[in-house]
């Protein structure tokens, strides 16, 4: 132990001195390998930031990773039975949704099935089906056309950003611990937002099925990672039911969707018998456990592998050109190698201080090249920060720091081998003969 | 072979060589270089190995110093027999027990003297700390005469310098024998005398010395002189004349 530490030591040591030694070399290998690194970092890099941008947007879109979700289709027991048993948890929310229309009343609204808002060609036909199966031509009411939204109204029982990774656009979230408002908050998703700035409308908000229209106050704007599935708009399900009736919050269009906690298997088990209990088909119930990461990972790693190939290639490029200056080095220091083996160096050392040197080289190589993707990657925050919010404040992940030493020292251990190979075999007594 | 009267019976020897054969594969047919020496060295015992340019003087030395194999006979350090030991172990003895002196004097020109004299330390058996290292390293340097030029590199060094360096680098461990392989050849007469000087005064402290050179005068000066001659080691005249 204490003999291989020695070794290990020595190797450091006079390899550190042959590369103080042969600076402009050891540079001009550097220079050599450097982009291969570089590449490699920066691919790394890139494919950190792809998956946690694409994990976020699944975060916001779907739910965070083994969050359980649990969905059904309309039933009017389902609302009331889902209040009563989520009533006091903190580890599971409620999402009722409904369609509303805000503005003028009795008008077809601007965008007819709460479509999107730049659909190309504009909104066309629409039909919405009941859970009957009666389908009518939602975009043919009859109505005059009018000054009026339609969105999807999704009414709470809880803050729902524990599951969901909502990022606040501007204004506020909804506060569910004040007392509940009898004009309802409400938080609009980026494309509700866009059709409110665009049309001027009424604050009047109608609710299918509810008992009164209501007036809402829009407080905030969210990133809810939905953004082309049309205009939404978040709700306090209390402030909701101030004008409708719970069986309406999961009737007719109402879809029900509960959120839990990965450890909340218990109250996924209590709420299935009690909505089975109230008359739902167990067979239309449905869990599954959100695993974004295993999909996302999925997604890229075909990419991955890509480009880290072709990063590969061009640290193989590089790794040629330290074995390269390595064998001309060996070549040139035949004696120096010779005289070593003569004073009692053993072939392992002299091996290992050849590696040590390319291994050295690979490590200073990946220092600058990990140095230069942490400048770019600061440059490149500060540059375009502004326009993408994703990358205003982006840090170097420590994966491509570690791809890229560990890609500096396989460069350095592959350059390095032979000429270690080729040194530890010198015959002294052909060298050192007068 | 000329009695040792040196020694006193009985002492164990340095070195005792008998029946050593090397062949080497020449460019055309491989030619048998040595071919039966025997050579016994004692501690504190001096030798000097004469012979025609080509009779196989430096190759013997490679065999005593472990830098090569014999293919035939047998090779005992210290009572030991070595004649097919392995790499490993050869490397160790030539750290432990060899000093080395070549025509050539092998100084690595980006150290200094001392680092050049301290390589001789680093041998993968372990790792003196600093300061010892530096003690052992001027007292070689100080057995040359030569400390006060321990932070010069060989470039700025005189010939007869870069050669004393050179034997500090072979004496810093203490070894138990000397080989030196023409030490003086590049060097004028004055000077070639102070490196045999500080070769000689090596003997003095109990090492062994083997030299091979052309120079009579330097041979003399040893305790015994051989010849090397068609693969064989025998007395040389010349020892008889002076
Ligand atoms: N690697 C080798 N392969 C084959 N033959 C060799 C090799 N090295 C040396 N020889 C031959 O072996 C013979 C002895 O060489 P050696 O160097 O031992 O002679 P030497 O006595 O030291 O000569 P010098 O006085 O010129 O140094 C020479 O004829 C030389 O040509
Ligand atoms: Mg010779």
Redesign the interface.
């Known amino acids: 132990m ?2 291989m530490s ?2 290990f ?2 190797a450091l040591i ?1 390899g550190g ?1 042959g590369i103080r ?1 042969r600076k402009l070399r050891t540079l001009l290998s550097m220079l050599s390998l450097f982009l291969g690194v570089l590449a490699v970092v920066v691919v790394q890099a890139g494919s950190e930031f792809a998956q946690k941008e694409l994990l976020a947007d699944a975060e916001r879109s779907m739910a965070k990773d083994g969050t359980l979700q649990m969905y059904m289709p309309p039933h009017e027991k389902a609302a009331p039975v889902a209040l009563e048993t989520l009533r006091g948890r903190q580890d599971a929310v409620a999402m009722f949704e409904n369609r509303a229309i805000i503005g003028e009343p009795n008008v077809a609204p601007v965008n007819p099935g709460g479509a999107p808002f730049d659909q190309p060609g504009g909104p066309g036909r629409f039909y919405r089906c009941d859970n009957r199966g009666n389908c009518t031509d939602a975009s043919q009411t009859g109505a005059p056309p009018g000054k009026a939204i339609e969105l999807n109204l999704v009414a709470l029982t809880g803050d729902i950003r524990p599951f969901r990774g909502f990022r606040q656009d501007s204004g506020q979230w909804l506060d569910f611990a004040s007392a509940p408002s009898l004009a309802p908050r409400i938080v609009l998703n980026k494309e509700a937002a866009k059709g409110f700035t665009r049309y001027q409308v009424p604050a009047q908000m109608h609710v299918d099925n509810g008992t009164a229209d209501s007036t809402p106050q829009i407080i905030g704007v969210v990133d809810d990672g939905g953004a082309s599935y049309g205009p939404m708009a978040y709700v306090r399900a209390d402030e909701l039911l101030n004008w409708m009736k719970p069986v309406a919050l999961s009737d007719g269009n109402a879809r029900l969707q509960v959120l839990m906690s990965p450890q909340a298997r218990d109250l996924e088990q209590t709420l299935k018998a009690r909505l089975v209990a109230a008359g739902v088909q167990a067979g239309e119930i449905y869990v599954n456990r959100i695993n974004a990461r295993e999909r996302v990972e999925d997604q890229l790693a075909m990419m991955r592998l890509i480009f880290l190939g072709m990063a590969a290639l061009v640290l193989l490029i590089g790794t040629a050109g330290i074995l390269n200056v390595g064998l001309a080095t060996v070549g040139e220091r035949i ?2 190698f010779a ?11 002299l091996a290992g201080i050849v590696l040590s040197e390319t291994l050295l080289t690979g490590l200073m190589t990946a220092g600058a090249a990990i140095g230069a993707g942490a400048l770019g990657i600061k440059a490149g925050a500060s540059m375009f920060g502004s326009r993408f919010p994703s990358l205003a404040n982006v840090e170097f992940p420590w994966q491509a720091g570690v791809a890229g030493v560990v890609a500096g020292l396989v460069a350095g251990l592959l350059g390095g081998l032979i000429p270690a190979i080729r040194a530890a075999r010198i ?3 052909t060298v ?3 | 072979m000329s009695p040792d009267l040196t020694q006193p019976i009985g002492t164990p020897a340095l070195i005792r060589l008998s029946g050593i054969t090397k062949t080497l594969k020449g460019q055309q047919q491989p030619r048998t270089i040595l071919d039966g020496v025997d050579l016994t060295v004692h501690s504190g015992e001096s030798v000097a190995i004469l012979g025609r340019s080509g009779s196989g003087k430096s190759t013997l030395l490679s065999l005593i110093g472990l830098f090569d194999r014999p293919d035939g006979g047998q090779y005992m350090l210290e009572e030991q027999d070595i004649s097919r030991i392995a790499e490993r172990r050869a490397a160790a003895l030539r750290s432990a027990r060899f000093g080395f002196v070549f025509q050539r004097f092998f100084l690595l020109k980006n150290l200094t003297a001392a680092q050049n004299v301290a390589m001789a330390l680093v041998n993968g058996q372990g790792w003196l700390p600093r300061r010892k290292r530096r003690a052992r390293v001027l007292e070689a340097l100080e057995q040359v005469g030569i400390a006060h030029l321990a932070k010069n590199k060989p470039p700025k060094l005189s010939g007869g310098e870069q050669q004393r360096v050179a034997i500090a680098r072979a004496l810093v461990r203490d070894p138990r024998i000397l080989l030196a392989d023409e030490p003086t050849g590049a060097l004028d007469t004055e000077t070639g005398n102070l490196v045999i000087d500080a070769l000689h005064s090596a003997t003095e402290r109990g090492c062994g010395l083997i030299l091979v050179t052309h120079d009579h005068a330097h041979a003399n000066r040893m305790g015994r002189v051989l010849r090397l001659q068609d693969g064989k080691l025998a007395p040389a005249h010349q020892q008889v004349v002076a």
Do not use: F
């Not at chain 1, 005289?339 to 050392?349: N, S």
């Open positions: 204490i003999r020695g070794r030591r020595s006079i001195q030694a004696e120096e005289l070593r083996r003569a004073v009692g160096t053993p072939r392992i050392l015959p002294i007594a050192m003969r007068a």
